[in-house]
């Protein structure tokens, strides 16, 4: 087992060393960095203030001299790859990059990165002017809360679900369930969510929820049992959207589970012995059919931490790491962008060996030390 961990433990090196890789280059030819941003508020700024003095309006010399100021004392076009550079000082824009330390070669700046982050040191943001540790840290506990909540739920209700499915295999219960498990695995959280604001959240019809945010504006006033009633309140809608996409394979999985166990030869055995069939399959098939569903746990959080808050977050402004990351990849903020993949990827994968180590724990039939990877 130790050899095997071990093993395990130097993949990730390389794994992760070829998603910065690759993620690195690719954001590297997406058009709009975070130069072309600061240059797009710039040149913003001047067409304004080159509009306030009537130079914009009007070809007189004084317009003109105005908007020189205003690009500071560019008078001729800068030619430059990047878009927004039009009129603006050189010597600005180069002053720029180097700023965002983007005047270095690609594969420098890489190297520096990942020297970085080998220490966990992810640098500043560049348009928040706080460490991203920091920044991580403080929406860290939106996404964990949101995660933990939709994780329990999604257990809570698929694992006794998809018993019963599998003890009713065949019957109508078994059919209208599957049928309703379709439907709400095919509606995408985020379009669920979205039926759920306009119908519950004063979009069309009442306002039984909050629209956004994770506790009410006078939150600090309110007593100790207050503040978990409005923090539950406001959970209602975005779990219920992360829930109704989440169980479905997990319900399908603790069936076919259960399925294949309730057919193996010890459960005929114990039948034949007199065994009470609630006996059977709680104390037999209950065990070992929940191997893989229990042992599945980490990466069902991780899936759900990740990814399925994502959206959920963008829509009901809850403060987390969804958010923090969207907002940075429209801003092309890369201190945040790539530490956000280099942290999740390396959980990721810390998780899928944490999975490993819960099937042997379960099983100690299970022996990884066989194995080549």
Same mark, same amino acid.
């Given at each position: 087992?130790?050899?095997? @961990?071990?093993?395990?433990?130097?993949?990730?090196?390389?794994?992760?060393?070829? &998603?910065?890789? &690759?993620?690195?280059?690719?954001?590297? /030819?997406?058009? =709009?960095?975070?130069?072309?941003?600061?240059?797009?508020?710039?040149?913003?700024? +001047? &067409?304004?203030?080159?509009?306030?003095?009537?130079?914009?309006?009007?070809?007189?010399?004084?317009?003109?001299?105005?908007?020189?100021? +205003?690009?500071? =004392?560019?008078?001729?076009?800068?030619?430059?790859?990047?878009?927004?550079?039009?009129?603006?000082?050189?010597?600005?824009?180069?002053?720029?990059?180097?700023?965002? =330390?983007?005047?270095?070669?690609?594969?420098?700046?890489?190297?520096?990165?990942?020297?970085?982050?080998?220490?966990?040191?992810?640098?500043?943001?560049?348009?928040?002017?706080?460490?991203?540790?920091?920044?991580?840290?403080?929406?860290?506990?939106?996404?964990?809360?949101?995660?933990? #909540?939709?994780?329990?739920?999604?257990?809570?209700?698929?694992?006794?679900?998809?018993?019963?499915? %599998?003890?009713?295999?065949?019957?109508?219960?078994?059919?209208?369930? $599957?049928?309703? &498990?379709?439907?709400?695995?095919?509606?995408?959280?985020?379009?669920?969510?979205?039926?759920?604001?306009?119908?519950?959240?004063?979009?069309?019809?009442?306002? #039984?929820?909050?629209?956004?945010?994770?506790?009410?504006?006078? #939150? %600090?006033?309110?007593?100790?049992?207050?503040?978990?009633?409005?923090?539950?309140?406001?959970?209602? !809608?975005? /779990?219920?959207?992360?829930?109704?996409?989440?169980? %479905?394979?997990?319900?399908?999985?603790?069936?076919?589970?259960?399925?294949?166990?309730?057919?193996?030869?010890?459960?005929?055995?114990?039948?034949?012995?007199?065994? $009470?069939?609630?006996?059977?399959?709680?104390?037999?098939?209950?065990?070992?059919?929940?191997? @893989?569903?229990?042992?599945?746990?980490?990466?069902?959080?991780?899936?759900?931490?990740?990814?399925? $808050?994502?959206? @959920?977050?963008?829509?009901?402004?809850?403060?987390?790491?969804?958010? !923090?990351?969207?907002?940075? %990849? @429209?801003?092309?903020?890369?201190? /945040?962008?790539?530490? $956000?993949?280099?942290?999740?990827?390396?959980?990721?994968?810390?998780?899928?060996?944490?999975?490993?180590?819960?099937?042997?724990?379960?099983?100690?039939?299970?022996?990884?030390?066989?194995?080549?990877?």
């Amino acid at each position: 087992m130790l050899a095997y @961990i071990i093993r395990r433990l130097i993949l990730i090196v390389p794994t992760l060393f070829g &998603i910065m890789l &690759i993620n690195f280059f690719v954001i590297q /030819i997406v058009p =709009g960095g975070p130069v072309e941003q600061l240059l797009a508020e710039l040149s913003g700024e +001047a &067409i304004e203030a080159t509009a306030r003095f009537g130079g914009a309006a009007s070809d007189d010399p004084m317009g003109r001299q105005t908007q020189e100021q +205003a690009t500071g =004392g560019a008078s001729t076009s800068v030619t430059s790859k990047y878009r927004g550079a039009r009129g603006l000082d050189p010597d600005l824009v180069r002053e720029i990059e180097a700023m965002y =330390g983007l005047d270095k070669p690609l594969h420098v700046r890489f190297v520096d990165m990942i020297r970085s982050y080998l220490t966990f040191d992810f640098g500043d943001s560049f348009f928040q002017d706080r460490p991203v540790v920091d920044l991580v840290l403080d929406k860290m506990p939106v996404s964990i809360s949101l995660g933990l #909540w939709t994780t329990f739920l999604v257990y809570l209700i698929s694992i006794p679900l998809g018993i019963s499915k %599998a003890v009713r295999d065949g019957t109508r219960f078994d059919v209208t369930t $599957s049928s309703v &498990i379709t439907v709400g695995y095919a509606i995408p959280s985020f379009l669920f969510a979205l039926i759920l604001i306009i119908l519950f959240a004063g979009g069309r019809y009442v306002s #039984w929820f909050p629209l956004r945010g994770l506790t009410s504006e006078n #939150w %600090a006033d309110l007593s100790a049992m207050s503040k978990v009633v409005d923090y539950l309140w406001h959970l209602v !809608l975005p /779990i219920i959207a992360m829930v109704i996409g989440g169980f %479905a394979t997990l319900t399908l999985l603790t069936k076919n589970s259960f399925l294949e166990q309730i057919g193996m030869q010890y459960v005929m055995t114990a039948r034949a012995k007199g065994l $009470s069939e609630r006996r059977v399959l709680y104390g037999h098939v209950f065990r070992n059919a929940m191997l @893989i569903v229990i042992a599945g746990f980490p990466g069902a959080f991780i899936s759900i931490f990740f990814s399925g $808050s994502l959206l @959920i977050e963008v829509i009901f402004s809850l403060d987390g790491l969804g958010l !923090l990351g969207y907002e940075a %990849a @429209i801003k092309r903020d890369y201190p /945040i962008m790539f530490a $956000s993949l280099y942290f999740f990827s390396l959980l990721g994968l810390v998780m899928g060996i944490v999975s490993d180590l819960m099937y042997a724990f379960i099983d100690p039939r299970i022996d990884f030390a066989s194995r080549e990877v």
